[in-house]
């Protein structure tokens, strides 16, 4: 695999990683199913805080790409941090 793939590998296995623990804690916040009627865009000040907690567990994930020396899948970890900061910022 050449740089560009894996460094869009770790962005979007990030970033799917963010999205399903962000729905997991919208829907224990909430108690709204978050995929119903895409709920958890609506509702931004909910969304952001737990897109904000979702991204925890990318650390882990972060971490095994370091251990595995997949480092430009790290950094595309790291690139889907900033992604999710800015939604966080503007919404």
Do not use: D
């Not at 962005?11 to 995929?35: D, E, H, M, R, Y």
């Not at 952001?48 to 480092?71: C, E, Q």
Request: charged share 10%.
């Amino acid at each position: 695999m050449n740089k560009f793939l894996k460094f869009l590998l770790g962005t979007i296995c990030a970033l799917c990683v963010s999205f399903v623990f962000g729905c997991l804690l919208f829907q224990l916040f909430t108690k709204i199913n978050p995929l119903e009627n895409w709920a958890i865009f609506a509702y931004k000040s909910v969304a952001t805080k737990s897109f904000s907690m979702g991204s925890i567990p990318n650390i882990g994930l972060f971490y095994l790409f370091l251990n595995r020396n997949n480092y430009y899948s790290a950094r595309g970890v790291i690139f889907s941090f900033i992604i999710i900061a800015i939604y966080i910022i503007l919404g």
